[in-house]
Each structure stands twice: as C-alpha cells, then as structure tokens.
C-alpha cells in the first residue's frame, strides 16, 4: 500500500504533450495534495559520431543539460497550473520505461503525455503506457485529447478484480472533481453465447439485459455507499467496450479501465480495450491495475 504522500510522477521527454501531462499531473497533485515528481531519462548513445570529437564524459553532460533543459520548461507548465505544489525534477540515465517503472513503486501515480520525440511519435509513448501498464506498481495516466472540464468521470465496468481497482480509483477521482460518474458495462452476443451456451436465436436479449443490470448494480452497490457525494450514471450497452467508451469520453475529463488481460508477453498483459485506448481515447486516460 502506498503511503498517503506518494508522489505522483511524470515522464518529461521535451515534447509538447509532456507539457501537457505536466500540467495535468500538477493540477491532480493538488487535488491529492501530495508532492509532484517530473523526471527524465536519457541513454547514451551506442555508437560514435564520425563528424563531431566528444569524449563519454561530455555527451553524458550534454544529454544531462539537454534533459535540465527539459525538465526545467516542463517544470514552468506544471508551476503555472498548480503553484501551490511541491515539485522536484531528476535526470537519470537509463531507459524511459524502466525508470518509470522503478517509480511506480513509490508513485501514488505515473503520468506520460499522447506523443513523443521520435519517428513514430505516437507509438513511441504508446508501447510505454502499456508496458507501464502491464509491468507498473501504480495506475497510469496517459494525457491525450481535450478533457471536458464538467463533464463526468466514466469508467468501464466488467466484473473482474481490475474492474474493481477502477471503481475505486473512479469513484474518488470523480468525488476529488466534485464530477458525477458513468459506470458503463458492455455486452455482446458473442459474450453472452458463450455464457448461456445457447445461439442468439433462442436467447431472451431483455433477460440478458436485466441480468447485466443487476450485476452492475451489485458492483456499484458498495462503492456509492462510500462515496455518497457522487452521483452515478449506469449505462448497459449491447455493444463493444471500446466503442462505448469512446463515444461517452468524448464529453468525458477522464476515462477509467482496468488492465485487464493475461499472457506471456508484455502486450498480452493487457486488454485488447486498454490497448486500444490508449491511441485513441478522446481524454485522459487512467489504466488502473488490481493491487
């Protein structure tokens, strides 16, 4: 368990959009009222340049003054959305994700912008949200899209113990915001087939739905009961949770998911919906594992 002054961390890597995560990762800072930690990774460089003469000693220096740099005007976006905050900054060399990753260990959260430097810029920060995701201590904000300033929390709702993990995170993001929250499960008919083992010609869809209802009631059931303040929208969708969840992002100023998924391999670690997420959610996105 993290202690209650856990800081909440964010990637620097000098592009716009860690200036966004920045700012948004000093506003929630104060909500928690808890220190900010801006970081930033560089690694040496594994083979020479012909056309310049430097020695190790001075590329290291001039990554090290290139990442100050950095993290200095990173550093001004974060005081110029939450002055009041505590804020410390840190150069390390290292690879971007296992840094990350080793601060997620003590971070209450770790936060990283849409894009970023390289050719394939939205990959790039994409394949480090999830593997911060898949392999992390902490959830993970990926800040992407315009969130709607009044316009709810939602977050997607399955059953499982990540599912759980959300609403909790969810529910107090959603109360610190004073915001109501939409609770959305989804189903399809592949899903429910494989659960009544019956064809969708003989299923009765409206039993199914109050089925679904129930179920979402149950899990929302403890949740209100703590966080009385919060008003809660539940939504049952015949439909693709990817789908849904775009579409009630859009007027949304964060969605929620678990990590839901299992396998072998880093990418497998997750959910098909918190992968997809990632590259397109209309918001800030927060990926909450189970504890």
């Given at each position: 368990?993290?202690?209650?002054?856990?800081?909440?961390?964010?990637?620097?890597?000098?592009?716009?959009?860690?200036?966004?995560?920045?700012?948004?990762?000093?506003?929630?800072?104060?909500?928690?009222?808890?220190?900010?930690?801006?970081?930033?990774?560089?690694?040496?460089?594994?083979?020479?340049?012909?056309?310049?003469?430097?020695?190790?000693?001075?590329?290291?220096?001039?990554?090290?003054?290139?990442?100050?740099?950095?993290?200095?005007?990173?550093?001004?976006?974060?005081?110029?959305?939450?002055?009041?905050?505590?804020?410390?900054?840190?150069?390390?060399?290292?690879?971007?994700?296992?840094?990350?990753?080793?601060?997620?260990?003590?971070?209450?959260?770790?936060?990283?912008?849409?894009?970023?430097?390289?050719?394939?810029?939205?990959?790039?920060?994409?394949?480090?949200?999830?593997?911060?995701?898949?392999?992390?201590?902490?959830?993970?904000?990926?800040?992407?899209?315009?969130?709607?300033?009044?316009?709810?929390?939602?977050?997607?709702?399955?059953?499982?113990?990540?599912?759980?993990?959300?609403?909790?995170?969810?529910?107090?993001?959603?109360?610190?915001?004073?915001?109501?929250l939409t609770a959305v499960m989804c189903w399809t008919d592949?899903?429910?087939?494989?659960?009544?083992?019956?064809?969708?010609?003989?299923?009765?869809?409206?039993?199914?739905?109050?089925?679904?209802?129930?179920?979402?009631?149950?899990?929302?059931?403890?949740?209100?009961?703590?966080?009385?303040?919060?008003?809660?929208?539940?939504?049952?969708?015949?439909?693709?949770?990817?789908?849904?969840?775009?579409r009630f992002g859009a007027e949304a100023q964060l969605v929620?998911?678990?990590?839901?998924?299992?396998?072998?391999?880093?990418?497998?670690?997750?959910?098909?919906?918190?992968?997809?997420?990632?590259?397109?959610?209309?918001?800030?996105?927060?990926?909450?594992?189970?504890?």
């Amino acid at each position: 368990m993290k202690a209650p002054s856990a800081p909440i961390v964010v990637g620097v890597d000098g592009s716009s959009s860690a200036l966004a995560a920045a700012a948004w990762a000093a506003q929630e800072a104060a909500r928690h009222k808890v220190p900010l930690r801006l970081v930033h990774a560089y690694v040496l460089p594994v083979r020479g340049y012909p056309e310049i003469i430097l020695t190790g000693n001075e590329i290291r220096q001039a990554l090290e003054q290139l990442g100050h740099d950095k993290l200095d005007e990173a550093l001004a976006a974060a005081r110029a959305a939450a002055p009041e905050v505590e804020m410390t900054t840190e150069v390390v060399c290292c690879g971007s994700v296992s840094l990350l990753i080793e601060e997620s260990k003590t971070a209450r959260l770790v936060v990283v912008g849409s894009q970023g430097l390289g050719t394939v810029t939205g990959m790039i920060v994409g394949s480090t949200a999830l593997a911060l995701a898949a392999h992390g201590k902490s959830p993970v904000v990926v800040v992407r899209g315009a969130a709607v300033p009044d316009g709810p929390v939602v977050v997607g709702v399955d059953g499982s113990p990540t599912s759980e993990a959300a609403l909790a995170f969810a529910f107090e993001s959603a109360s610190m915001r004073g915001a109501p929250l939409t609770a959305v499960m989804c189903w399809t008919d592949f899903m429910v087939e494989g659960a009544y083992t019956a064809s969708r010609f003989t299923v009765d869809w409206s039993q199914v739905e109050g089925e679904e209802r129930r179920l979402l009631a149950q899990r929302l059931a403890g949740w209100q009961e703590k966080y009385p303040d919060v008003r809660v929208h539940p939504v049952v969708m015949r439909d693709r949770p990817v789908r849904a969840l775009l579409r009630f992002g859009a007027e949304a100023q964060l969605v929620v998911v678990g990590s839901h998924g299992h396998g072998g391999f880093a990418g497998m670690l997750l959910g098909s919906t918190s992968q997809a997420l990632v590259y397109n959610a209309p918001c800030p996105l927060a990926i909450v594992r189970p504890d």
